[in-house]
């Protein structure tokens, strides 16, 4: 059956869907402006052209299913991504291909920790909720594969079971995205969410960096809260917490939000999610999990420093990244949680340490990055290993639970997708998600973009400060260069 002009060969499989190599000229960002007005656009970019992190890109929008839950103490519902992205769908999957050929996007809530440990109190302020756990099925999915130079388009024809019906389907909805493609129609930005007044906000407080931006806490405040997860330490509470601010700016175009962040600070994590009622971006470095034919990565981050100028002095910061007593004893705490949480739903003995506190560096910060491996058991499901794992390590502390309740009693604000996850499950049991750090969810007229670090027995509260600010950096310039004009 003929496509337009951009498919160049057509691969069917024998369930009916269908893969479509498309011209290789067709570039991510030019086919996500085209496509981000469509309903429930999603955009999963790997900018860095890395081939293991950076490797590959993914944009789909149209779903053919929306769930959106709120969990209860003991249920974190979900069930319901397991039943999303069913076997029962029978996935057509082409090898060698990229890997996301279409299945269940989602997004879990840092507060879906409270279905999963009841002990956790929830934060006094909750301006811009947003659901536990959003779902979306996708059966049409670009993909980008940056190594090896190809431009894939995979329609699965969801919706019906006999081979020649699914495949006409799977060509009807891939006609559809192929025309949208190349006849865009002009995308309107609106307001997402109902706006919120300032005199509805939790108590905000003027900062350094910008007029229009505020805080959560004044500096005062922060390096107060700094001193009581000490406290709480030397008491014995616990090793590590991971304490954020939650900083505000009225609300800029998302689309350009997320173009000029790929710009400035491209990560191989970064994402943009249209939920209707709020929008995501992230420039995240870190991966969540990866599972792919039974085998779990987790790539925890901890450990920072700021990029600076002359290469000198950048060299430098990197090696004192790399000597700090302090910022090694973050990871290695992080690393041993990571551990312990795999070792509940992975083969015995399975779980290694493949990499400990290696540096890798971002466009405005240093990080120290372990990888930390297993293999899942038999019988054991992806929920499985999302309700042993969630949330990372990296963005609570240790001991996990407690560090979650020094967080909810020291942040006055809930962090909502931030130190959540995004990613993909397809049925036939592969996924991949980051955690949501250095991300803006935008909603109710504002940005709002938390930015923290990890607090231990050696911390300096006006260090840990200026930390929060340097990994503000990059979302700061990103925001301000969405008032200067759209990008070209």
């Avoid at 939790?202 to 806490?217: E, N």
């Avoid at 994590?269 to 249209?274: I, K, L, P, R, T």
């Avoid at 007593?325 to 290695?332: G, H, I, L, Y």
Wanted: charged residues 20%; negative net charge; proline residues 8%.
């Amino acid at each position: 059956m003929a496509f337009s002009s951009l498919a160049k060969e057509e691969l069917r499989s024998p369930q009916g869907g269908i893969a479509l190599r498309l011209d290789d000229a067709l570039e991510p960002v030019a086919a996500f402006q085209r496509l981000a007005g469509q309903p429930f656009c999603v955009f999963l970019d790997s900018a860095l052209r890395h081939p293991e992190l950076g490797r590959y890109s993914f944009l789909a929008v149209d779903p053919l299913e929306l769930v959106e839950c709120e969990a209860e103490p003991g249920d974190p519902c979900l069930s319901a991504l397991v039943e999303l992205a069913s076997p029962e769908l029978e996935p057509a999957r082409w090898e060698e291909a990229p890997p996301f050929q279409g299945g269940a996007v989602f997004l879990l809530a840092y507060e879906l920790n409270r279905a999963l440990e009841p002990t956790v109190p929830v934060a006094r302020f909750n301006e811009f909720p947003i659901s536990d756990v959003t779902l979306a099925l996708y059966d049409v999915v670009l993909a980008w594969d940056h190594v090896a130079g190809e431009v894939w388009l995979f329609s699965q024809g969801w919706g019906e079971q006999d081979p020649g019906r699914r495949y006409r389907n799977a060509c009807r909805r891939a006609r559809e995205l192929l025309a949208w493609l190349e006849q865009p129609e002009p995308r309107k930005s609106q307001p997402l969410g109902l706006p919120v007044a300032p005199q509805e906000l939790a108590p905000q407080f003027p900062t350094p960096a910008d007029p229009q931006l505020t805080s959560d806490f004044s500096p005062q405040g922060y390096r107060r809260a700094v001193e009581r997860v000490r406290e709480y330490i030397a008491a014995g509470d616990a090793f590590q917490v991971n304490l954020s601010q939650r900083l505000l700016f009225p609300q800029v175009d998302g689309v350009e939000l997320a173009l000029h962040m790929r710009r400035l600070n491209a990560a191989p994590f970064a994402a943009f999610w249209d939920l209707g009622s709020c929008q995501l971006v992230s420039a995240s470095p870190e991966r969540f999990l990866r599972l792919c034919q039974g085998r779990v990565d987790a790539r925890p981050i901890k450990g920072t420093r700021p990029r600076s100028t002359p290469v000198e002095s950048d060299s430098f910061a990197a090696g004192e990244l790399l000597a700090s007593d302090k910022d090694q004893a973050e990871n290695v705490m992080i690393v041993d949680l990571w551990r312990n949480d795999l070792s509940r739903v992975c083969q015995p003995d399975s779980v290694q340490v493949e990499r400990l506190c290696a540096l890798e560096s971002y466009a405005f910060v240093h990080h120290l990055v372990s990888v930390v491996r297993g293999q899942l058991e038999p019988g054991r499901s992806p929920v499985e290993l999302l309700e042993a794992t969630f949330p990372s390590g990296s963005v609570t502390g240790a001991p996990k639970v407690r560090a979650m309740q020094i967080i909810a009693e020291l942040e006055p604000t809930v962090r909502g997708a931030y130190c959540g996850t995004l990613g993909y499950l397809t049925p036939d049991g592969e996924m991949d998600c980051s955690v949501l750090i250095r991300t803006v969810t935008l909603a109710g007229d504002w940005c709002q973009l938390p930015v923290g670090g990890g607090i231990t027995t050696l911390s300096d509260p006006q260090a840990e400060w200026e930390e929060t600010w340097h990994k503000a950096r990059g979302l700061l310039q990103a925001l301000q260069a969405c008032r200067q004009g759209p990008t070209a």
